[in-house]
């Protein structure tokens, strides 16, 4: 897949900082709550013989204390610490103190590096140890490999529930597709994370699938269509938004045939950039901008043509990449203007993942299937809280009932 720095839409790399600090923030959030949760029920378990003098149990949960921020690299975390009550404190009282959030901390000691890393290196075990020593310093026990085991445990089986949950609620009006490719190694051959999001009929965006599949083959995403289906997805999105892997829209005219598709032009502009020398680039890319930003689709095609013009006597493979898939790229026309910025690209998925990408990026050795699917759905779960609603949500329901749009407007009012 090709790679270009700017087409009028953020690239991943210049949302990755941005993107990476929210996703951090949230996660490092939630990841820090489940820990010191897991951290006091050990604490209790090993107390859970001791009674008092009417025989209840001597050491139990009391609550949270007061909220407090913790200041990192990524900015103020607030946390809630875990209490327990010791209900008979004249035998020798029993206090627990937190060795993750100890009482009186406030800042973090290796602020540069501390909760990023907490949650970037928090599927290792070893790496979860190192991160808390940034924390807590070189004396802190940390945290037990049998707590950190539970904590990985939980996100697996929060990603195998929610694979499996029932979908026939839901109606997706768009779909963007795309297969996300990482450096770290997967096992089985597995080459891929195939990402399908949609946008629902009040203009939220949210995570269908995640699957690994092989080379986004045709196979692969016959496959992630067929379950979604298969759980209750039986209406058909109006528009698939993806890149030229054939794989997809071969099996999305198998299972969706009535969805229209259209192609991303992120990666359509890097295809056609390949196949051009770099000497005409910056002159290349103007033009094929002025194609996908024309008002209306005459101008887009009269941009198209001129491209042709220009590139095609010398650079007749570049031109032919572009006007092979003419259709597909000019398909956004034919829906609500206000969602144009939405539907011509796949960066709702490109945005979003090059932040996992630098998760795995950071992996050493062989990722497994199930730790891969699971750290990918735990980073997109803790991002959707942040996706914006599309533009001009209040017209998705005029797309669902098969409204005409004609260059973005409705056609009553067109007329």
């Known amino acids: 897949m090709g790679k270009i720095s700017q087409i009028g839409v953020a690239s991943p790399q210049q949302t990755a900082t941005d993107v990476l600090t929210e996703i951090l923030r949230a996660g490092s959030q939630k990841l820090l709550a489940a820990a010191l949760d897991m951290e006091i029920e050990e604490f209790l378990a090993k107390y859970a013989d001791g009674k008092d003098r009417r025989g209840r149990q001597r050491i139990v949960r009391n609550g949270y204390h007061q909220p407090r921020e913790i200041q990192t690299g990524i900015g103020a975390v607030e946390v809630k610490a875990p209490r327990v009550r010791d209900q008979e404190p004249s035998r020798g009282p029993i206090k627990f103190t937190s060795a993750i959030l100890p009482p009186y901390l406030r800042r973090s000691k290796s602020i540069e590096d501390l909760l990023p890393w907490l949650y970037l290196k928090g599927v290792s075990t070893g790496d979860f140890s190192d991160a808390l020593v940034s924390l807590l310093g070189p004396n802190a026990p940390g945290l037990s490999a049998s707590t950190i085991s539970r904590l990985k445990q939980g996100w697996q089986t929060d990603y195998e529930a929610w694979s499996r949950r029932d979908l026939s609620s839901k109606k997706y009006v768009y779909l963007w597709a795309d297969g996300v490719y990482f450096q770290a190694r997967l096992e089985d051959q597995k080459q891929c994370i195939l990402v399908l999001m949609g946008s629902t009929l009040s203009g939220d965006k949210e995570l269908i699938a995640i699957q690994d599949g092989f080379r986004e083959s045709e196979q692969s995403w016959f496959e992630l269509l067929q379950d979604v289906k298969r759980r209750g997805l039986v209406v058909p999105p109006k528009l698939a938004v993806g890149d030229g892997a054939l794989g997809f829209w071969k099996a999305l005219r198998k299972v969706y045939p009535a969805t229209k598709t259209q192609r991303c032009w992120f990666h359509k502009m890097g295809n056609v950039l390949n196949k051009l020398p770099k000497s005409v680039h910056g002159k290349a890319k103007a033009s094929l901008q002025a194609i996908w930003m024309a008002a209306s689709r005459e101008q887009a095609e009269k941009a198209m043509a001129a491209f042709a013009a220009t590139y095609g006597a010398k650079y007749p493979k570049a031109v032919s990449c572009l006007t092979g898939d003419?259709?597909?790229?000019?398909?956004?026309?034919?829906?609500?203007?206000?969602?144009?910025?939405?539907?011509?690209?796949?960066?709702?998925?490109?945005?979003?993942?090059?932040?996992?990408?630098?998760?795995?990026?950071?992996?050493?050795?062989?990722?497994?299937?199930?730790?891969?699917?699971?750290?990918?759905?735990?980073?997109?779960?803790?991002?959707?809280?942040?996706?914006?609603?599309?533009?001009?949500?209040?017209?998705?329901g005029k797309v669902i009932e098969g409204v005409k749009f004609i260059d973005g407007v409705m056609e009553e009012a067109a007329a």
């Open 326 to 396: 003419r259709e597909e790229l000019l398909a956004f026309y034919s829906f609500p203007a206000e969602h144009w910025k939405h539907l011509r690209t796949t960066n709702p998925i490109e945005s979003t993942f090059s932040t996992v990408r630098l998760r795995t990026a950071k992996t050493r050795g062989c990722l497994s299937r199930t730790t891969a699917l699971t750290m990918v759905y735990q980073l997109c779960r803790s991002a959707q809280r942040k996706w914006r609603k599309l533009d001009g949500h209040e017209l998705l």
